[in-house]
């Protein structure tokens, strides 16, 4: 298993992006930046504030350059529209549920050597393909369990739970000693249930990836994909989320748990702050919030998944590619955004966030995914897409979800069945 701890400390000048050159025939293709550049942008509640703030910097410092925000609310599903043309701006987040990595060279410019820039940059392989980099994370997150601490402290619980089984007694606590829903699952927004996904790789190592694609059947006892869906089926079945998921509201939802009208999310590590947020908002205390890892241990360790945000990209389109590009650099650098996002910074050298300081005392281990072999870097998602089980979606898991409060039929056992026999089927046709 790759496991390794972030760095408690920086202080080290970090190389810039090393930006590759640009294709003959834009307007703007010498290398300095200027002019206008659009910024394609899932943060809607960011883009007329910090965003805002963020532009008039890189403005000052590249005088006569002048960026623009366009924030799409269904980034994934417009981005995906926007990309049939060659109208997308000029940076971007690459739309990572509809855009495979075998297909980044047809829209996006690349940006500097794989073997280069993973030495500054965490999570280069994600947006890299065939050793060129084509996306750079805006941040990274530490998979875990968003709390009330002062719920679970009313429930008799202070410590995380080890096990499946503890955390399930856990919840049945709070269920039982407190006013609070011990679970939410989001399931009307759907994404937080997609979000899961990303504790691929808590028991099952670095290679957890294609482990899972060379699986004819995940769903079985033992493995990280069945660990995940278990949890959540167990977690519903047993009454201890929400009594009507269909109304579920994210926003709402950060609000109830900074009040204690929630115990617990499955989330990244990135939520942390903005849980934080809503408890001061709500005259609480911040510290109120905490964050455990997931209740599965390797030798006796908590081990946390570390993955990237959305990966901030240039348009191989662009008329304007070195404003750009030098937007990519200064964002990702000098911004500050992870850090006012208490998320981990993709600059190596960058320290670890206060978020984490649950993590730090409990010593949790983390583990970066390793990035997919040479010529397998879409094998994943292809047998995700031809087994239209969306791993990385949130449909197949809405249906658990049905299941498992009797709004559909089936047990955990037939619908763990059915996605193995389809998983397996597209296995077998994707490997031909």
């Known amino acids: 298993m790759k496991k390794s701890v972030l760095a408690a400390t920086g202080?080290?000048?970090?190389?810039?992006?090393?930006?590759?050159?640009?294709?003959?025939?834009?307007?703007?293709?010498?290398?300095?930046?200027?002019?206008?550049?659009?910024?394609?942008?899932?943060?809607?509640?960011?883009?007329?504030?910090?965003?805002?703030?963020?532009?008039?910097?890189?403005?000052?410092?590249?005088?006569?350059?002048n960026v623009k925000f366009e924030a799409l609310t269904d980034y994934e599903g417009d981005a995906k529209i926007r990309l049939?043309?060659?109208?997308?701006?000029?940076?971007?987040?690459?739309?990572?549920s509809t855009v495979t990595k075998d297909k980044y060279s047809s829209y996006f410019e690349p940006l500097g050597k794989t073997s280069d820039l993973e030495k500054t940059y965490r999570f280069a392989g994600d947006g890299s393909y065939d050793g060129e980099v084509y996306g750079i994370s805006t941040f990274g997150?530490?998979?875990?369990?968003?709390?009330?601490?002062?719920?679970?402290?009313?429930?008799?619980?202070?410590?995380?739970?080890?096990?499946?089984?503890?955390?399930?007694?856990?919840?049945k606590a709070i269920k039982d000693e407190t006013d609070a829903v011990p679970y939410y699952t989001n399931y009307k927004d759907g994404w937080p249930l997609a979000g899961l996904e990303n504790a691929l790789g808590t028991t099952q190592g670095a290679d957890a990836r294609m482990k899972l694609a060379a699986d004819k059947s995940p769903w079985k006892a033992g493995s990280d994909q069945y660990n995940i869906d278990d949890m959540l089926f167990k977690t519903v079945s047993?009454?201890?989320s929400e009594s009507d998921p269909t109304t579920t509201n994210w926003e709402e939802s950060?609000?109830?748990?900074?009040?204690?009208?929630?115990?617990?999310?499955?989330?990244?590590?990135?939520?942390?702050?903005?849980?934080?947020d809503a408890a001061k908002k709500a005259g609480k205390s911040a510290d109120e919030i905490g964050f455990w890892p997931m209740p599965w241990q390797t030798d006796g360790k908590f081990t946390s998944v570390t993955t990237t945000d959305k990966l901030l990209a240039v348009n191989k389109n662009s008329k304007n590619k070195a404003t750009a590009k030098a937007w990519v650099n200064w964002f990702i650098n000098d911004s500050g955004y992870a850090k006012s996002q208490g998320a981990i910074s993709p600059v190596k050298a960058d320290p670890a966030p206060s978020t984490?300081?649950?993590?730090?005392?409990?010593?949790?281990?983390?583990?970066?995914?390793?990035a997919d072999p040479k010529g397998e870097e879409s094998l994943l998602t292809d047998i995700a897409n031809t087994s239209e089980v969306d791993i990385f979606g949130n449909t197949y898991r809405q249906k658990l979800i049905d299941v498992a409060r009797g709004a559909a039929s089936g047990t955990e056992e037939s619908y763990?069945?059915?996605?193995?026999?389809?998983?397996?089927?597209?296995k077998t046709q994707v490997d031909q």
């Open 11 to 65: 202080g080290i000048v970090v190389a810039a992006l090393a930006l590759s050159g640009c294709s003959a025939g834009s307007s703007n293709d010498d290398g300095k930046p200027s002019g206008t550049i659009t910024v394609l942008s899932n943060r809607t509640d960011l883009v007329d504030t910090t965003f805002k703030d963020y532009a008039a910097q890189f403005e000052k410092k590249y005088p006569g350059t």
């Open 84 to 96: 049939s043309s060659k109208d997308y701006g000029d940076a971007l987040l690459i739309p990572s």
């Open 141 to 171: 997150s530490a998979m875990g369990l968003v709390i009330n601490k002062t719920v679970w402290k009313d429930a008799g619980i202070t410590t995380p739970p080890t096990t499946q089984d503890e955390y399930l007694a856990d919840l």
């Open 238 to 240: 047993e009454g201890l």
């Open 254 to 276: 950060k609000d109830l748990l900074a009040q204690g009208k929630i115990g617990t999310m499955a989330l990244g590590s990135w939520a942390v702050s903005q849980m934080q």
């Open 356 to 370: 984490l300081k649950d993590f730090q005392d409990i010593g949790v281990q983390y583990v970066e995914l390793n």
């Open 416 to 426: 763990f069945a059915t996605l193995n026999k389809q998983w397996a089927a597209a």
